[in-house]
């Protein structure tokens, strides 16, 4: 097999959705490895190195949720897609404080699932060339340095390692510093859409990033009330 071609875990119990999921993802050029429960994914998650995860939250022997909870202990970088045939917005909140980077309601189109997995294996850096290289990637934010290509933010004290949403959630706060973003701004730039969901997300992502500049009064991320985010970096 082409070892070239972007490597996904793909994990789903329902046996023709799989099938026919993993025969069209093939078609069009990914190496697809697919596991039919949680405990054959973590195993499999642990021996192999993947670009991308596509999740399912409904599994046997280990649900979606504790999956990517393990996932995230060994790769803080993967991206992890889940798909879930659940509306209910506490699911869809509850992947993303685990980790997640994108949620798929079912039924979904394989063209659907392709693009988000197109926008994540470009971001990832799976293909050769990255415009990251030609680009700023190293920003000082108070007592802390947030290198975009290397997903880290780190001062003398503490290491964070980001998901890539959050490194670009974090760049476009940065790039904007003392200044009112608004949040449908930040959701198609970052998320490339705008819904309620996604929008609920958001919080989670500003809530995550908050607890990383916890130790740094300097830093600040205000929410201002039916606009957006105010991304305030005091200056000694």
């Given at each position: 097999?082409?070892?070239k071609?972007?490597?996904?875990l793909?994990?789903e119990?329902?046996?023709n959705?799989g099938?026919v999921?993993k025969d069209?993802?093939q078609k069009?050029?990914l190496d697809?490895?697919?596991?039919?429960?949680g405990?054959?994914?973590a195993?499999t998650?642990q021996?192999?190195?993947?670009d991308l995860?596509i999740?399912?939250?409904?599994?046997?022997?280990?649900?979606?949720f504790?999956?990517?909870?393990k996932?995230?202990?060994k790769d803080?970088?993967v991206p992890?897609i889940?798909?879930?045939?659940?509306?209910m917005?506490?699911?869809?909140?509850?992947?993303?404080?685990?980790?997640?980077?994108?949620y798929i309601?079912k039924p979904?189109?394989i063209?659907?699932l392709?693009h988000?997995?197109d926008?994540?294996?470009?971001?990832?850096?799976v293909?050769a060339q990255s415009?990251v290289?030609e680009?700023?990637?190293?920003?000082?934010i108070?007592?802390?340095t947030f290198?975009?290509?290397?997903l880290?933010l780190?001062?003398?004290?503490?290491t964070?390692?980001?998901?890539?949403r959050e490194?670009e959630?974090l760049r476009?706060?940065?790039?904007?510093?003392?200044?009112v973003?608004?949040?449908?701004?930040i959701?198609?730039?970052?998320w490339?859409?705008?819904n309620?969901?996604?929008?609920?997300s958001?919080?989670?992502?500003?809530?995550?990033?908050?607890?990383?500049?916890?130790?740094?009064a300097?830093?600040?991320?205000?929410?201002?009330?039916?606009?957006?985010?105010?991304f305030?970096?005091k200056e000694d």
């Amino acid at each position: 097999m082409d070892s070239k071609k972007p490597r996904i875990l793909y994990v789903e119990d329902d046996v023709n959705l799989g099938f026919v999921t993993k025969d069209n993802l093939q078609k069009r050029g990914l190496d697809i490895t697919l596991c039919e429960d949680g405990l054959t994914a973590a195993q499999t998650f642990q021996k192999q190195k993947f670009d991308l995860v596509i999740l399912d939250v409904m599994l046997p022997k280990i649900d979606g949720f504790a999956l990517a909870q393990k996932m995230r202990d060994k790769d803080k970088h993967v991206p992890i897609i889940f798909l879930t045939a659940k509306s209910m917005l506490e699911d869809k909140l509850q992947g993303f404080k685990l980790g997640g980077d994108d949620y798929i309601t079912k039924p979904f189109s394989i063209d659907e699932l392709t693009h988000k997995i197109d926008v994540f294996l470009k971001r990832s850096k799976v293909f050769a060339q990255s415009t990251v290289t030609e680009e700023k990637h190293i920003y000082l934010i108070g007592s802390y340095t947030f290198d975009f290509k290397e997903l880290t933010l780190s001062n003398q004290t503490n290491t964070h390692t980001l998901t890539i949403r959050e490194a670009e959630l974090l760049r476009m706060l940065t790039i904007n510093r003392n200044q009112v973003v608004r949040r449908e701004s930040i959701l198609h730039q970052v998320w490339g859409e705008d819904n309620y969901y996604i929008g609920r997300s958001l919080d989670v992502f500003i809530s995550r990033l908050r607890k990383m500049f916890a130790d740094d009064a300097s830093v600040e991320i205000e929410n201002v009330r039916g606009v957006g985010f105010k991304f305030s970096v005091k200056e000694d």
